[in-house]
């Protein structure tokens, strides 16, 4: 039952989605989900067929047309054609807010005021889920997507109440708004996003070049390299237009990155343990750090346990830990390249480390505490 559903409450408005792909049909999903009716609309009309047909919206022919009556549209188009289309859909309706998914705030600011002008540039809210996947179109798309994920919004002078009806909404399908200033945000995603696509990319790119060179390379590659390189599997078109756009952000995160890089290089090549060691310690506590929730003060443990590939062996897993009331702050599997096999990491608070790993030796699993 949905919301407007519950109780004979009063019908939800509708919720406009122009670029129906991964993020604009999952915003779509979590909208019918809370109740509201949703129209859609791709240049593509492939997609947007794909899209309406997974997410049961009304497909329109234009921007425009997914705002009129909206209280909100998502904008959720590549970042050069965010702009074009913000401006038609705060013309089509002079009371629908409009707010976008692009991983770029500043320049998209800019370019939305100089096309639609100062006073409907008013109901513009700059917007980005700090969620997705390396994966693209439709078909990948979920509500889920969006659950516990940072949802930053960049405001403009005088539309706090605007920023709050997003934020609101926001919540609604389980994100988290975050305000802050478009500037700050753009510096902080070159370092959290843009820079991991182009490491992961770069190394992709080295081992392709040295695999040509001998075969057996890829062969080789285990769980590290396979996490490290998931993201080179995004579009290239999209992280093109991401990258150029946010490169003022993006080439001093590079130049700190390859400072980094020298640091170990140096440490490797006068043979200094210690400074090496350094650097490992320093990444090795950030990263643990990463995964701690706020009530998990004590930080976190890291358990490995092999697993056999077959159905069910999961739910035993996390089935023995839920009997010793120890719940799992981030869990990853690595399968084996050979096949038949496979690796979970679990992550949990440090205090139940000792009782985790009873749970699961109690249950047949040999966990092993690497962290």
């Not at 909208?31 to 997974?54: C, E, F, K």
């Not at 478009?182 to 392709?208: E, N």
């Amino acid at each position: 039952m949905t919301s407007a559903e519950a109780g004979g409450a009063r019908a939800l408005p509708p919720i406009g989605v122009v670029g129906t792909g991964l993020i604009g049909t999952s915003i779509a999903l979590a909208a019918a989900r809370l109740g509201h009716p949703v129209r859609g609309h791709d240049a593509d009309p492939g997609t947007l067929a794909r899209s309406a047909a997974r997410a049961r919206f009304e497909p329109v022919v234009s921007a425009g047309a997914c705002s009129q009556g909206a209280a909100i549209v998502f904008v959720c188009t590549p970042v050069p054609a965010i702009a074009e289309a913000a401006a038609a859909c705060l013309a089509a309706d002079t009371n629908t807010l409009v707010t976008d998914v692009g991983s770029i705030k500043s320049q998209v600011l800019v370019e939305v005021e100089a096309r639609a002008g100062r006073g409907r540039a008013g109901r513009f809210v700059g917007g980005h889920p700090m969620a997705g996947s390396e994966r693209a179109g439709p078909e990948a798309a979920s509500a889920a997507v969006f659950d516990g994920a940072a949802w930053i919004l960049t405001p403009r002078d005088g539309n706090g109440e605007h920023v709050d009806r997003v934020a609101t909404w926001i919540r609604g399908v389980g994100a988290r708004p975050m305000v802050m200033d478009a500037d700050r945000h753009d510096r902080l995603v070159a370092v959290v996003s843009h820079l991991p696509q182009v490491v992961s990319s770069a190394l992709m790119a080295l081992a392709a070049r040295e695999h040509a060179l001998d075969p057996d390379l890829l062969d080789l590659s285990a769980g590290g390299f396979r996490d490290l390189t998931r993201l080179a599997a995004s579009s290239p078109p999209l992280w093109t237009d991401i990258l150029r756009t946010n490169r003022e952000a993006v080439v001093p995160a590079l130049t700190r990155f390859v400072e980094a890089l020298v640091e170990i290089r140096d440490a490797l090549e006068h043979e200094s343990p210690s400074g090496l060691e350094r650097v490992l310690d320093e990444a090795r506590a950030a990263r643990l750090a990463l995964g701690t929730k706020p009530q998990v003060r004590a930080g976190v443990a890291v358990l490995q346990v092999a697993i056999p590939d077959r159905p069910g062996v999961l739910a035993q897993l996390t089935g023995a830990l839920a009997t010793h009331d120890v719940n799992i702050e981030d869990l990853q599997i690595v399968h084996s390249f050979e096949g038949g096999r496979g690796t979970a990491h679990l992550t949990v608070a440090a205090e139940l480390a000792e009782a985790a790993a009873g749970a699961l030796a109690s249950s047949g699993f040999d966990p092993v505490r690497l962290a």
